[in-house]
Every structure is written in structure tokens, then in C-alpha cells.
């Protein structure tokens, strides 16, 4: 993405750059800049983040009726941009200690790059959230591509990285399940599906 491009342009590199993620993680991450600025991972992830808004939207009009589809529209394309931003810097400061701690050399900007493109299958996960236990693949999906990202961005063993990301995700699985647990428990208000099902993908836990 460069100064001057099109919207029509940078929808077309956001889509195909998050195709090659999908289809491609290991190709890409090999070839992934670790520098360049972060104006275009940040892009990327926005751009992504407000289609997996609109992604959640059209699933809820179907489950809800046009007007809960509406609703969640309204508030969702209101929070998204600061959501995403915030939660897209905080996320990776966290996987950024984890990487250096697992003896990664590369700096904060490849950490936001790293984390920013894997979060190009959220569209994908999305969907597939809608889905009983299905979710639980897109959940898995996202932290396999940060595995791959560890090994052939930041030089970590495939091992460490594996353990490390593999203990991540069943603590924060197991987080999820104690909120909704504590929720219904305290009637706190229904856990619907699709809460549940946002908090197994990567937009979905960058909101968690």
C-alpha cells in the first residue's frame, strides 16, 4: 500500500494479501517484510476487522431478523475502529514479550506485522463460529499460523513455539469458559451463540 493508491487498489492487495495467509501461511510469513512501517499491517487489520464486522452483521440479521442484524451493525462499526486499534496494540505487546522470551531478535514493528497479518483468516473464522464445536477449528487455526509465524519470522524453534502457543490457548479457552460460566451462573445475561462464537476468533479475542 502506497501513498496514492486507490481504494479500489488497496481493497485488491488487503484481499489478496489475506488470501495468501489463508492458503499460503507458510509461504507468506517467509517472504512477510519485518520492517516498512506499521501504517500498512494496521490498515490491513482495520480493513479486515470492519468486513468481519459486516460478516457478523449480515449472520446476525439471519439469525436475529433485520433489525438485531441492524443494531449490531450500528454499534459494532461504531466500536470496531478504536476496538481494533487498541486491542491490536495491546495484543501485540503481549505476544512481543512472549517472542522475546522465547529468544526472538525482532522488533516491536515485525511483532504488530506478525500479528496484524494473521489476523487475515478472521473473515473465514468468522463464519465458521456460527457452527458448534466448528469454532473451536478457527480458534485453533489462528494459533497455528502463530506458530509458523514464530518459526519463520521470529526464529523460533517450531517446539518452543508450539508449547508456548499451545499453553496460551487453553488458558484462554479456559477463561472463556469460566466468563460464560459466571455470566449464566449469575444471570448476568444470556451467552449467545455468536459471543461465544467471537471470542474463537482473532477479532473475537482481540476483543476478549
Same mark, same amino acid.
Given at each position: 500500500m502506497r501513498q496514492g493508491d486507490t481504494f479500489g487498489g488497496i481493497i485488491r492487495v488487503i /484481499? @489478496?494479501? $489475506?488470501v *495468501?495467509?489463508?492458503?499460503?501461511?507458510? /509461504? +507468506? +510469513? &517467509?517472504?512477510m517484510p519485518k520492517q516498512g512501517g506499521f501504517r500498512a499491517p +494496521?490498515? +490491513?487489520?482495520?480493513?479486515? @476487522?470492519l468486513f468481519d464486522m459486516l460478516l457478523l452483521s449480515l449472520l446476525q440479521a439471519v439469525v436475529m431478523g433485520p433489525a438485531g442484524g441492524l443494531a449490531f451493525a450500528e454499534r459494532a462499526f461504531a466500536l470496531a475502529p478504536i476496538a481494533l486499534t487498541v486491542s491490536g496494540f495491546v495484543l501485540t505487546t503481549v505476544f512481543f514479550v512472549f517472542w522475546r522470551l522465547m @529468544?526472538?531478535? &525482532?522488533?516491536?514493528e515485525t511483532a504488530y506485522r506478525t500479528f496484524a497479518? $494473521?489476523?487475515?483468516?478472521?473473515p473465514l473464522t468468522t463464519i465458521l463460529g456460527f457452527f458448534p464445536y466448528v469454532s473451536l477449528i478457527g480458534f485453533l487455526w489462528w494459533f497455528s499460523l502463530l506458530v509458523i509465524a514464530s518459526v519463520y519470522v521470529h526464529g523460533?524453534? *517450531?517446539f518452543k513455539a508450539t508449547f508456548v502457543f499451545g499453553v496460551l490457548a487453553v488458558a484462554l479457552l479456559v477463561f472463556i469458559g469460566r466468563a460464560e460460566h459466571y455470566m449464566v451462573r449469575h444471570r448476568l445475561g444470556p451467552v449467545p451463540h455468536a459471543a461465544r462464537m467471537a471470542s474463537q476468533t482473532p477479532a473475537g479475542a482481540a476483543r476478549v
Amino acid at each position: 500500500m502506497r501513498q496514492g493508491d486507490t481504494f479500489g487498489g488497496i481493497i485488491r492487495v488487503i /484481499a @489478496g494479501t $489475506s488470501v *495468501r495467509v489463508i492458503t499460503h501461511p507458510v /509461504a +507468506f +510469513f &517467509q517472504t512477510m517484510p519485518k520492517q516498512g512501517g506499521f501504517r500498512a499491517p +494496521f490498515v +490491513f487489520l482495520l480493513v479486515i @476487522g470492519l468486513f468481519d464486522m459486516l460478516l457478523l452483521s449480515l449472520l446476525q440479521a439471519v439469525v436475529m431478523g433485520p433489525a438485531g442484524g441492524l443494531a449490531f451493525a450500528e454499534r459494532a462499526f461504531a466500536l470496531a475502529p478504536i476496538a481494533l486499534t487498541v486491542s491490536g496494540f495491546v495484543l501485540t505487546t503481549v505476544f512481543f514479550v512472549f517472542w522475546r522470551l522465547m @529468544g526472538s531478535s &525482532q522488533s516491536y514493528e515485525t511483532a504488530y506485522r506478525t500479528f496484524a497479518y $494473521s489476523y487475515g483468516i478472521s473473515p473465514l473464522t468468522t463464519i465458521l463460529g456460527f457452527f458448534p464445536y466448528v469454532s473451536l477449528i478457527g480458534f485453533l487455526w489462528w494459533f497455528s499460523l502463530l506458530v509458523i509465524a514464530s518459526v519463520y519470522v521470529h526464529g523460533v524453534s *517450531r517446539f518452543k513455539a508450539t508449547f508456548v502457543f499451545g499453553v496460551l490457548a487453553v488458558a484462554l479457552l479456559v477463561f472463556i469458559g469460566r466468563a460464560e460460566h459466571y455470566m449464566v451462573r449469575h444471570r448476568l445475561g444470556p451467552v449467545p451463540h455468536a459471543a461465544r462464537m467471537a471470542s474463537q476468533t482473532p477479532a473475537g479475542a482481540a476483543r476478549v
